[in-house]
């Protein structure tokens, strides 16, 4: 299967700072995606994002799809931000997890 | 709300006994699929669905477990005789245009 790295494995911020999340793929994908496991289990769906740019308030991602990464770009950030931040890609219909990078935003 | 629920929250459990995990998607999810989640690891792909067909299963899910989707609505996976090592969360997610919506889990404790 596909293998899927995710850095910072663990990052603390100071509530405000910015923060870039990576992924890396060590095959193709034709679907990414990015999830937010909040303290409860919950996986919140944050972008599709096979390639492109896309933008969500404070929240953005990019991902280049020939060099197989992607980048999720956290701004102004909030206690409300921490949790796992894990991307997921996949050709077909299986996907693949990372192992997530733990954020955690003080205040 | 992501359209997706799953019941129940928590399932304790004794060695060797049987569970059984339901997932319902809105109509929209076409797709649904089982993943599982260990701590401190991301979800592991168990099994998906097309409508009611299970088109891909997993290594891990080894002949103790079964997975069916009747009518191509709500889902269920059975765990027979279960093991220590079955303690995880199993989670559900459906998909529609190629997005994935997941449900809360089912959080499992095998004794």
């Known amino acids: 299967g596909i293998q899927v790295e995710q850095s910072p494995p663990d990052l603390i911020l100071q509530e405000g700072a910015n923060s870039t999340l990576r992924c890396n793929f060590s095959?193709?994908?034709?679907?990414l995606q990015w999830f937010h496991q909040n303290p409860w289990g919950q996986l919140i769906n944050l972008f599709y994002i096979p390639s492109g740019t896309k933008q969500n308030g404070r929240l953005s991602a990019t991902t280049v799809a020939t060099e197989r990464y992607s980048l999720l770009y956290i701004s102004s950030s909030q206690t409300t931000d921490s949790g796992v931040y894990f991307c997921?890609?996949?050709?077909?219909?299986?996907?693949?997890f990372g192992t997530g990078t733990s954020l955690t935003v003080i205040p | 709300d992501t359209g997706v629920s799953q019941d129940p929250r928590h399932k304790i459990t004794k060695r060797g006994q049987n569970v059984t995990f339901r997932c319902d998607p809105i109509?929209?999810?076409?797709?649904l699929y089982w993943y599982r989640q260990t701590l401190g690891q991301g979800p592991e792909f168990l099994t998906y669905?097309?409508?009611?067909?299970?088109?891909?299963k997993s290594r891990l899910l080894s002949d103790r477990f079964s997975a069916e989707r009747p009518k191509g609505s709500f889902s269920t996976l059975e765990i027979q005789r279960t093991e220590q090592g079955d303690s995880a969360m199993y989670l559900c997610a459906g998909s529609f245009g190629g997005k994935l919506f997941f449900g809360s889990g089912t959080q499992l404790s095998v004794l």
């Open positions: 095959d193709s994908v034709n679907n």
């Open positions: 109509s929209e999810h076409n797709r």
């Open positions: 669905f097309q409508n009611e067909a299970q088109l891909e």
């Open positions: 997921a890609g996949g050709f077909g219909n299986q996907f693949y």
